[in-house]
Structures are given as structure tokens and as C-alpha cells.
């Protein structure tokens, strides 16, 4: 049999006066706006962005140097010499950030990767065994900070090649070089609390030199900020220890 029942569906969004009166009347909720498709902008034309300090920042090493030959540059000294500027740091930067891990070394290798050091890079060096677990430790700090400060350079190394008969004992043992010298010498794990931590770590090595470089900054200006930043991730990390603590004794 024929289904002779049939509703008509008017327009999308499209309203009837007697609609409209029982909206007015509140029989009806409120008729939903119209769709209108947002305005179309188009997108900014590189060519057309005003070439300012901030254009320049923008770019990358490989863009700053395909300006070399623009016009435009040419008729703007400022931002002549402010290119030049951008250029030389970002190729100091790429120089320096070269690091961010404990490279393994060898006794043949330790005067070409540490004494011999560039005067402007400091050197952590561990003196390690395996299946030490203080060595284990510490080398899990320091791989931390490796990461955390790539223009620092850690390298470690086993103790008996580095020092032949050097005692287990005095495992693991930091050594901070600088142009040459020693300027650190931490032996045993004891010398980094009672807890071992990398901002633990990193508050000893930084006590007196710049020791920990992120390539950011240098000098005591860098010393200040590394401290500044270390001692802040140590609160963090006792307070989320904390609430960790507390939610544990909670649920018990």
C-alpha cells in the first residue's frame, strides 16, 4: 500500500511567519543565525612585508646570505650592518652549540679532545668503570646536562686508561678542564649530596667558574644564569616530589 504521508522540508534556515510568532511568544527557541563564510584575507606577500630589524631576524642562515646582493639592502646601511650582525652570531651559535652528549674517549685521545680544547670551552671529564654503580649514578646526571648545555664538552673516559692503577675507590671521579688547566677535581660521588641530582651537579661545577654553557651567554653573566635556571628546576622538582608524596600517603 501507498504511503501517502508526506513532509515538506522548506529551505535550510529558512523560517515561517507563524514560526516567527511562536518564537516571539516563546514557544520556540531562537532561530540560529545564518551561516555567513568568514572574510577571506589573503596571505601577506613576502615581497611586500616591510624589511625592518624584525624582517631581518626572520630569516634563516641560508636566507641571510642570498641577501647579499639585494638591492634594497644596498640602499639601507642599518640594515646592511644589522645582516652582517645576524649572520656572524648565528655562525658563532652553529659553532659553539656542538656538543650535547658524553662523548667516549680513549687514553690516546685525551690530550687531542681535552687539553688541546679550544681556550673558550670548558671540558667535564668522568673517570668511570662499568658495573660501578656510583659511576652509573653520576653518568646519568651528566648526560642530562650534556643535553641541557651543548656548548659545555663531556667526555668520559675509563679510569685505568686515563690513569694507570688509578683505585676504584675513587670512583667516579669529575675532572673540569679549561684552556689546558685543571680547574675542578671532585672525587667520589659524595661530593654531589646526599642525592645525586643533575641540578645538584651542575650547583657544584658552577660554584666558582662558568663551567656549564647552553651558548646563550658567557662570563659570570652566563654563571649567574645557569645558577639561576638550576635552582629553579630544583624547587620545581621538590614541590612535584612533594605532591607526589602527598597523593600517594593519600590514597593509601
Not at 662523548?103 to 690516546?108: A, C, L, N, R
Request: aromatic share 8%; with cysteine.
Amino acid at each position: 500500500m501507498a504511503d501517502y504521508h508526506f513532509v515538506h522540508k522548506d529551505v535550510e534556515g529558512a523560517s515561517t511567519q507563524w514560526d516567527d510568532i511562536q518564537r516571539k511568544l516563546g514557544n520556540l527557541p531562537a532561530k540560529p543565525p545564518a551561516f555567513k563564510p568568514p572574510s577571506f584575507t589573503p596571505a601577506p606577500d613576502a615581497d611586500s612585508l616591510p624589511k625592518d630589524k624584525s624582517w631581518v631576524d626572520a630569516k634563516t642562515e641560508e636566507e641571510l646570505e642570498d641577501l647579499e646582493d639585494d638591492p634594497d639592502l644596498d640602499d639601507d646601511r642599518f640594515l646592511l650592518e644589522y645582516r652582517k650582525k645576524r649572520l656572524a652570531e648565528m655562525r658563532e651559535a652553529a659553532k659553539v652549540l656542538k656538543y650535547g652528549s658524553v662523548v667516549p674517549i680513549s687514553g690516546s685521545d685525551f690530550i687531542r679532545e681535552v687539553s688541546q680544547a679550544p681556550p673558550e670551552v670548558w671540558v667535564v671529564v668522568i673517570l668511570y668503570k662499568d658495573g660501578i654503580q656510583e659511576c652509573g649514578v653520576l653518568m646519568q646526571c651528566l648526560d642530562e646536562l650534556a643535553a641541557r648545555y651543548p656548548a659545555t664538552k663531556f667526555v668520559k673516559i675509563i679510569s685505568t686508561d686515563c690513569i694507570p692503577n688509578y683505585p676504584d675507590r675513587n670512583l667516579p671521579t669529575l675532572l673540569v678542564y679549561n684552556n689546558g688547566a685543571v680547574k675542578g677535581n671532585y672525587v667520589g660521588l659524595h661530593n654531589f649530596g646526599r642525592r645525586c641530582t643533575p641540578e645538584g651537579v651542575a650547583l657544584v661545577l658552577c660554584q666558582s667558574d662558568p663551567v656549564l654553557n647552553d651558548g646563550q651567554s658567557g662570563g659570570d653573566e652566563l654563571r649567574e644564569a645557569v645558577l639561576d635556571g638550576v635552582r629553579k628546576r630544583f624547587i620545581e622538582k621538590v614541590v612535584t616530589e612533594h605532591e607526589e608524596d602527598d597523593h600517594g600517603s593519600s590514597s593509601d
